[in-house]
């Protein structure tokens, strides 16, 4: 499974990324705008700090024709980029055109199998299902991983699952477990994944009863 971060914050990318788990970043323009910055500029900041990174940038033209000149300038901004789409069916034509053209595409804004059985018969590079608004109204939002799992796999398409709105440790605990081929978190949620109390606890107590030997040097 790859590691995304869902974040435009070139700082916490560049905190993250000596840890070395992350494969790439995937922006929006909910997050560009938190930053308060120039966004083409701070797309390719992130690009520049992440060059073998697969980084996700959305559009904000709505109209289809304006969606696909955009998404071209877009792509054409750095090689490691791929182009983010909503999943609706104006754009279907678009998305169709940028994948014969061999743009990797990210549909982004998926809630139901059908939805992610037609994008995969479009060829995208990723779809992005959001588990957490699912969760939001009261639905188990990790079901459409499982789902979506089976169905790529009994057709044989090639597109990957990108597990995305993942709110909380458990969120990622069942994207992989769904066998979702990315997950992408914001930085908080990341880090918190990371901890474990037990295994703070386990390393307290070995350095306590190391301690007891009174050994200033090992080895």
């Excluded at 033209?61 to 877009?74: D, F, L, N, R, S």
């Excluded at 060829?123 to 939002?141: A, L, T």
């Excluded at 070995?206 to 080895?219: N, S, V, Y």
Aim: with cysteine.
């Amino acid at each position: 499974m790859k590691i995304f971060l869902d974040t435009s914050n070139l700082e916490q990318i560049k905190k993250l990324l000596p840890y070395g788990i992350i494969d790439g970043i995937t922006t929006n323009p909910s997050n560009l705008s938190k930053e308060g910055k120039n966004p083409k500029e701070q797309i390719l900041a992130i690009c520049a700090a992440f060059p073998t990174g697969d980084i996700s940038v959305e559009v904000t033209e709505q109209e289809p024709q304006a969606v696909y000149a955009q998404a071209k300038e877009i792509a054409a901004l750095a090689k490691n980029i791929t182009v983010k789409i909503p999943c609706h069916k104006h754009y279907y034509e678009v998305i169709k055109k940028l994948v014969d053209e061999e743009i990797a595409v990210n549909v982004t804004l998926v809630f139901t199998l059908i939805q992610a059985l037609m994008m995969c018969k479009l060829g995208v590079r990723y779809i992005s299902p959001f588990v957490g608004r699912w969760d939001d109204i009261d639905i188990n939002g990790s079901d459409i991983l499982h789902e979506i799992r089976e169905m790529i796999d009994g057709y044989g398409y090639q597109t990957q699952i990108l597990a995305a709105s993942l709110r909380n440790p458990r969120h990622l605990h069942e994207a992989i477990s769904a066998g979702a081929d990315v997950a992408t978190l914001p930085p908080e949620i990341l880090e918190k994944s990371l901890e474990h109390v037990l295994t703070n606890q386990g390393i307290e107590k070995f350095m306590a009863d190391w301690k007891k030997l009174g050994i200033r040097q090992f080895p």
